[in-house]
């Protein structure tokens, strides 16, 4: 008979802590996104939500979202949720709107596909051409200069 706990530990605390990271409880956030906001973790996360909210918008892709709302759907501190709203739209990445939704002004996002699209394209093809220099640079991928591997 199989055991209907899935969670592999005795320990009630573990346990606590090993349903508790399911997937119901996990904020992601792929490298690469990282990467492409200059490493501005907190600003890969509010486009990553972004991006999932868009196609669910009702207003023309216009996201009504409070900064309490993103910190709570994104466990970050208001200044995070400031920070990284100013990084997206330095970078031309979202425009912004304040306005009423529900009676309360309220930040109003929406993506900008278009740049989006546009520097995307012009990250990953920067990646490609650093990819191609630095396979030059050795016969095995998978060793650095110094011939070890790097994860070593």
Not at 8 to 16: A, D, E, F, H, I
Not at 104 to 116: F, K, N
Not at 118 to 140: G, I
Request: glycine letters at 4%; a negative charge; charged letters at 25%.
């Amino acid at each position: 008979m199989r055991d209907s706990n899935p969670v592999p530990s005795k320990n009630p605390v573990l346990q606590t802590m090993l349903l508790m990271v399911g997937q119901s409880n996990v904020i992601t956030t792929h490298k690469p996104l990282v990467e492409f906001l200059e490493g501005s973790l907190e600003s890969a996360m509010l486009l990553a939500q972004l991006l999932y909210w868009t196609p669910r918008s009702v207003m023309g892709g216009w996201i009504a979202k409070s900064d309490t709302e993103f910190q709570s759907e994104l466990c970050l501190k208001r200044y995070s949720v400031r920070a990284a709203r100013e990084m997206l739209e330095k970078k031309n990445l979202i425009e912004t709107d304040l306005r009423k939704f529900s009676g309360a002004p309220t930040q109003h996002y929406r993506v900008r596909m278009d740049q989006l699209d546009l520097q995307w394209r012009e990250f990953t093809f920067r990646l490609s051409e650093n990819e191609q220099s630095d396979y030059a640079k050795t016969d095995n991928p998978g060793l650095s200069e110094n011939g070890q591997s790097l994860t070593e």
